[in-house]
């Protein structure tokens, strides 16, 4: 009987002991207390998903570095399911364009979490570019030839290109002898190097990313028309986030440029490629210039150049 009652103690005990564990301040320290945040990036340029996950590991290793929070990265099949996994709470935090940024805000899923800034400014810009060895010397050379484009949604491998196309008086229905919609800028690079294409419409960040990587054929290409200044790619957050936990992350960016143990390596941008650090706020008026390209690019001129695309697929 008494040893009976020993192991009740010892049992109670343990119970007990574990409870204090449970509730001690450095079992919940935040890292096991929190979640992690799910991050999901559009396909942009990568190339490959382990390339995308690659460019943006480094800034939100240091993030977490600085926060002890926790993120897990994964890349999104298009650009508008990065729009339906944080309207329906399926991603915390995104990277995406600005024309995919206006579109989540205005379904009230998003608000700006944070923007890269290089040089002082938080822009960069799209282009038109053919082979080297191209007759093609202007937007007007491209009437009657083959173009690639990105996503649909993409702001700088479609919305700013096709704007461009339509500010030249060239409608890319009629005039082009064929549209490619690749889906990534990536993509579209590679189908203008192996001679599918005439012409490709991508960033000159995604152009960069290739010429860096040696690409085979990415030296080999020129510029025919470069876009006006396109607001940076931001990182959104969801809008069910706690404020308190949004209003962390944000400072964590904007901050990470002077916060100790961070190097310069580590704050990325799109690309990968190196930025200054991060704003959490930008002027009023900053996503104007992608507001005014998406009124432009309508969306019945969006699903004429989708059936265009998709008519040159079915021959």
């Given at each position: 009987m008494r040893?009976?009652?020993?192991?009740?103690?010892?049992?109670?005990?343990?119970?007990?002991?574990?409870?204090?564990?449970?509730?001690?301040?450095?079992?919940a320290s935040p890292r096991s207390a929190q979640p992690p945040l799910r991050v999901l990036l559009i396909p942009a340029d990568g190339g490959t998903e382990s390339g995308t996950l690659a460019d943006y590991r480094p800034?939100?290793?240091?993030?977490?570095?600085?926060?002890?929070?926790?993120?897990d990265l994964k890349v999104a099949q298009s650009y508008g399911g990065v729009i339906e996994a944080m309207c329906n709470n399926a991603a915390d935090i995104a990277f995406v364009g600005s024309v995919t940024y206006l579109q989540a805000q205005k379904r009230d899923c998003?608000?700006?979490?944070?923007?890269?800034?290089?040089?002082?400014?938080?822009?960069?810009?799209?282009?038109?570019?053919?082979?080297?060895d191209s007759p093609v010397r202007s937007i007007a050379d491209l009437r009657g030839r083959r173009v690639a484009f990105g996503d649909v949604n993409s702001t700088s491998a479609f919305i700013f290109p096709v704007a461009m196309f339509l500010d030249?008086?060239?409608?890319?229905?009629?005039?082009?002898?064929?549209v490619r919609m690749t889906g990534t800028h990536a993509n579209s690079l590679?189908?203008?190097?192996?001679?599918?294409?005439?012409?490709?419409?991508?960033?000159?960040?995604?152009?960069?990313?290739?010429?860096?990587?040696?690409?085979?054929?990415a030296r080999d290409l020129r510029v025919i028309a470069r876009s006006e200044p396109i607001p940076y790619p931001p990182l959104i957050a969801n809008?069910?986030?706690?404020?308190?936990?949004?209003?962390?992350?944000?400072?964590?960016?904007?901050?990470?440029?002077?916060?100790p143990g961070i190097t310069p390596e580590m704050i990325r941008g799109y690309g990968g490629a190196r930025v200054d650090g991060y704003v959490g706020h930008v002027p009023a008026g900053h996503f104007e210039p992608a507001t005014r390209k998406m009124a432009q690019v309508t969306p019945a001129l969006k699903d004429e150049m989708l059936r265009k695309s998709?008519?040159?697929q079915a021959r």
């Open positions: 040893r009976w009652m020993i192991a009740g103690l010892l049992a109670a005990l343990c119970v007990a002991g574990t409870a204090w564990l449970a509730l001690s301040p450095r079992s800034i939100f290793d240091a993030v977490a570095r600085s926060t002890a929070l926790r993120f998003a608000e700006l979490l944070a923007v890269a800034v290089k040089s002082g400014r938080s822009v960069y810009y799209s282009g038109l570019f053919v082979r080297a030249a008086g060239i409608d890319p229905v009629r005039d082009l002898s064929a590679a189908a203008l190097i192996n001679g599918e294409v005439d012409a490709a419409a991508l960033s000159f960040d995604s152009y960069d990313k290739a010429v860096r990587a040696n690409v085979p054929g809008m069910r986030l706690a404020p308190a936990l949004r209003a962390r992350l944000r400072d964590a960016f904007e901050t990470i440029d002077r916060t998709a008519e040159r």
